[in-house]
């Protein structure tokens, strides 16, 4: 049989319920803009009944739980799209640095000098006698060399800027998963002890997102609620431990590449993905492709004109001198000889001596420009093509970025339906709650004035 | 839309540094050929006037080759061919700007030497350098080279034939010995060095110089047509450039109508405002 203090019971336990219920609102409404946040939802059950005999009419409401809502399989998918994504961005951002530094379509780039070079010889075989083209041949050329060189040397400056971002990336790492295995303990204490950890929760999911960016990363989530974080098949974050990436100079490569090392593993780390994996990619692919093809033009372009130029005769009678330096074994290296750069009377035009007008040897020179080639293609589309293929792997990561980014988008939209904050919704469950509130106060103040009753009888 | 870098459009990016590059070349070639016809058109111009003064040699050749001519005239005559040797020893080391025409690849040295007698008459011509048979070439194409230059030994003395009758010098050196001699060639010389048989040298000589100033006249012709072809190839190239990498003039055009509208709006509606005074917002 039921009492008024079982009455007066199940009005205070909605009482408070209701009470926790409009918390719970106003925590996600304030949290409405908050980074990382989950929406929490308060799932309410019937409470135990009294053992009342006969007639069972319950006893009011309990809280079963309050917990965050979040898909872990959509976490999953969007800490991969993230690092696609991030991987793809990264991707665009370096090649977008390389196509600057060859400036393609630009005033003065390596084309354009290329022809300047091709035509100064022509120039010099329409007045061969001239001291003047050979001024102009000696200027065009060495912008040439210059140039070539300039932009190798900002592709190799790009490698060493590559390698201070791998160091950030890998330092930036650390901080990650070593605050990661931070919260890990925190949320483990927490649970255990049966307190609520989702704020931790969030905070964590942030940080591994964040992590996601750097690399490519797989996450397993422990029994005590703690999660284990693996790179390339190892781990990196194991409850509270967090393994250090190691960023050391290779002492033994000339290059003085950054290598990764995971804790105290004697083998190095190659990222795949994410930033990581973009960085690695152009420092260990892109720009040595790309500097080693400078390289190549150098030693064969310069190649070929001395082989020419040794057979000529110069203004002054001089015959068997390079026109460019002939110990060339690279862009790095790539100048005029010392001869032809103090007196440009040894620029040689003729093929025979004591002919001031034979423009043979000049026009020779001129049309290597169709005839001289690197693997089956002229110098010109040799140099030509370089950037071009910078640029058509940028546009190819411009794509692959979008697509990544749309994918990755709607994973987030997908996420923020169900884990954000709906301000209509939590609106209405206020008023709701207001009124649950409300009524259990009245059932409250109801049981009151029954007791009040029954003490007023004499 | 005018691209700015590879990535935008790598196609257009490609076809537009080729275009470019053609046109650099287009353009060059075109300097090419102009330079060389100044240099054909000044050697052609040389060669017409050694055609008149060839047959001036030989008009006065004849006018001494008959009976009623006097010992004194003769001698005028050997004078006056006297003249005309030295006339066609200037015309051999003509300039075109500081560039001898007809000297080979020795442009900077005058390709003949007189040698004199006691008097200071010229007794032969001697050639002053080893390359006056070399050939100066332009390039006119890809892969396309041209001799403008036609040489002393093609004009004036063939390789190894000094004086010889090839040699236009000893030819008119020995008309002008032969005419100073009363038109008689020296004795057992009748065969060789008579007027009439100088004559026919030089004749032979003549048709030799109008061969190379035909050539001249079939290579500017080339080279006008070349030009010509150039510049339509660069009309071409250019509006391959266009096409690749020149500005969308439509839409720039369209663009700026649309800019333009805004803009007059956003100033009717400024002058509207600045006409109100802070009292006809307040009342």
Known sequence: ???????????????????????????????????????????????????????????????????????????????????????????????????????????????????????????????????????ALRDRSTALANTVKRVHGQLEAQVEETNGRITDAADKMNTLTAAIAGLNVQIARSELSGEEASDLRDSRDLL????????????????????????????????????????????????????????????????????????????DRELPDMINRLDRFAREFSSAVNQLHVQGYGLNGSHGHEFFSADITGAADFALSADILNDVSFIAAASTNDAPGDNSLAIAIGQLQHESSIDGVTLDEWLRNVPLEAGSRRAAAIQQRDIEGAVLENAANRRASISGVNLDEEMAKLIEAQKAYEAAAKIVQTVDEMMQTILSLK | MR????????????????????????????????????????????LTSLVDLVNEIDALALSVD????????????????????????????????????????????????????????????????????????????????????????????????????????????????????????????????????????????????????TYLGSLGQRLESKLSDLQEVEIGWTDRLEQAQGADTTELVSRLATEEGVYNALLAIQSRILTKSLIDYIG
Not at chain 1, 87 to 112: K, M, P
């Open chain 2, 3 to 46: 691209i700015f870098q590879a990535s935008e459009d790598v196609t257009s990016a490609a076809h537009a540094l080729d275009a470019r590059s053609q046109l650099e070349s287009v353009a060059q070639y075109r300097r090419n050929v102009e330079n060389g016809q100044d240099f054909v058109a000044a050697a052609d111009a040389k």
């Open chain 1, 208 to 283: 591994v997102e964040q992590l996601s960016e750097i690399t490519d990363i797989a996450v397993q989530e422990q029994g005590d609620g703690s999660i284990n974080v693996y790179v390339g098949g190892q781990v990196i974050v194991q409850r509270d431990l967090a393994l250090a990436v190691q960023a050391d100079v290779a002492t033994s490569d000339p290059k003085r590449a950054v290598v990764l090392t995971l804790g105290t593993s004697p083998f190095s780390w190659t990222p795949t993905g994410g930033e990581l994996g973009a960085l690695y990619e152009q420092r």
């Open chain 1, 1 to 135: 049989m039921s009492s008024l203090s079982n009455i007066l019971e199940q009005g205070r336990r909605a009482l408070q319920v209701q009470q926790l219920a409009m918390q719970v609102i106003g925590h996600n409404t304030t949290n409405a803009g908050t980074v990382g946040y989950s929406r929490r939802r308060l799932d309410l059950q019937t409470a135990v009944p009294y053992e009342t005999g006969q007639w069972d009419t319950g006893s009011g409401v309990d809280v079963l739980r309050l917990a965050r809502v979040r898909d872990t399989l959509l976490d999953n998918q969007i800490r991969n799209s993230t690092s696609v994504s991030s991987y793809w961005s990264a991707r665009e951002d370096q090649l977008g640095r390389v196509e600057e530094v060859f400036n393609a379509l630009g005033d003065n780039n390596l084309g354009n000098l290329l022809d300047d070079f091709w035509n100064g010889w022509h120039d010099l075989a329409n007045d061969p006698e001239s001291e003047t083209a050979r001024y």
């Open chain 2, 66 to 213: 008959n009976d009623h001519v006097t010992p004194e005239d003769r001698n005028f005559a050997a004078q006056e061919m006297n003249q005309k040797l030295e006339s066609l020893l200037e015309y051999a080391n003509a300039q075109f700007g500081d560039r001898y025409l007809f000297s080979g690849h020795g442009t900077t040295t005058a390709p003949y030497n007189a040698v004199r007698d006691t008097n200071g008459r010229i007794t032969s011509v001697e050639e002053s350098h080893g390359s006056i048979s070399g050939q100066i070439y332009r390039t006119i194409d890809e892969n396309e080279t041209v001799a403008i230059n036609i040489t002393g030994t093609r004009l004036f003395v063939p390789q190894g034939e000094a004086n010889s009758a090839a040699d236009i010098f000893y030819v008119v050196a020995q008309l002008r010995d032969t005419i100073a001699n009363d038109n008689t060639p020296p004795e057992g010389q009748e065969g060789t060095l008579s007027t009439h048989v100088l004559r026919d040298n030089l004749d032979v000589i003549r048709k030799r110089i109008i061969d190379q100033q």
